[in-house]
């Protein structure tokens, strides 16, 4: 009996999958996100006897350049397609700020369809360039019926992982990302598909975060502390620029500085919301509850930069530091 193919759609944003320089053997210094989703499949004709394939370009950056506004209208863009009856989507994406995005989408794509983050360690110009392979297995993973409901995903280096773990761990590897908190959630291999994992936090459909009235974000950003921390003049700074939430990088299990503390407790009383994460890779921030009574939010186990998102995203919806406490203990 004749299956029908998924209907995948490709969704290219640049990044080194898109990549070029003119000597095979470099796999740094090339320029990202110079070809065009249509010149990356012509290396894989394969790609149709997984599904049928459809494509846009909705950005061609470096993606340490991401912005809110891309992030949004890929949030927007895949909404669309999933309503008009697309079965699957392929974002192509570079790495710097993959985990970023695909948690952003994880928070506001609502459907149970499968959506696949994928990009490349090497540039297509390498010997040794791993997008084609990458690409290929994110397709399969995208067009397997078991993705339905996992949540978005990230298909690097024969893994998949969850939106809401997956980290780059390593600025060079083409085996770059982990999710030290929770570990992978399966493997492809040659296109093939292996689960055996389930994430425990909500997403997509069960998320409250909607992009459709959304054309910004409300400001929200990082300030890490250290050894000899300085009076808090960065935070401060900030806030007068417009920051309406800040995330700190905080040291062990979200501990900071005396001397930012104080500012920060100033600028929680001015209404200023802030998480506290932490610059260690796994494991989770405890708050005192001193701390919880001031109005610090606990990241819980969010890394620095998916904490910003998260809180981006709760500031669309309220300034309650306790809601904002819930939404990071759900998702």
Do not use: C, W
């Not at 009996?1 to 070029?20: D, E, F, N, V, W």
């Amino acid at each position: 009996m004749a299956h029908t193919k998924s209907k995948i759609t490709i969704l290219a944003t640049g990044g080194t999958i898109a990549g070029s320089i003119n000597d095979s053997i470099a796999t740094t210094g090339y320029t990202a996100g110079t070809l065009s989703i249509d010149a990356l499949l012509q290396t894989l004709p394969q790609i149709k006897d997984l599904a049928d394939i459809s494509k846009q370009q909705i950005a061609n950056i470096d993606s340490s350049n991401m912005t809110d506004k891309i992030q949004l209208k890929l949030a927007k863009t895949i909404n669309k397609l999933f309503i008009s009856g697309i079965d699957g989507i392929v974002v192509t994406h570079g790495t710097d700020t993959m985990e970023e995005t695909a948690y952003f989408l994880n928070l506001t794509i609502k459907s149970d369809k499968p959506v696949v983050l994928v990009g490349a360690m090497r540039p297509s110009t390498a010997i040794s360039a791993d997008g084609p392979k990458n690409l290929y297995n994110a397709i399969a993973l995208a067009a397997n019926k078991q993705s339905k409901g996992k949540g978005v995903m990230v298909a690097m280096n024969d893994k998949i992982q969850s939106a809401r773990d997956v980290v780059k761990t390593h600025s060079l590897n083409t085996d770059a990302f982990s999710s030290p908190n929770f570990g992978n959630l399966g493997y492809i291999v040659d296109g093939k598909v292996f689960f055996y994992n389930n994430g425990v936090k909500r997403h997509t459909k069960q998320s409250p975060f909607d992009t459709n009235q959304l054309t910004a974000l409300p400001k929200v950003d990082i300030l890490y502390t250290y050894s000899n921390d300085g009076s808090g003049a960065a935070a401060k700074a900030l806030v007068a620029n417009g920051t309406k939430g800040l995330v700190i990088a905080g040291s062990g299990a979200g501990n900071i500085h005396q001397n930012q503390k104080d500012v920060l407790k100033e600028l929680l009383k001015q209404g200023v919301n802030i998480a506290i994460s932490s610059r260690v890779v796994a494991g989770k921030v405890m708050l005192n509850h001193t701390d919880r009574a001031l109005g610090f939010i606990s990241a819980e186990d969010l890394n620095p930069q998916k904490a910003r998102i998260l809180l981006a995203l709760a500031l669309t919806k309220t300034s309650d530091p306790k809601k904002i406490q819930e939404y990071f203990l759900k998702y």
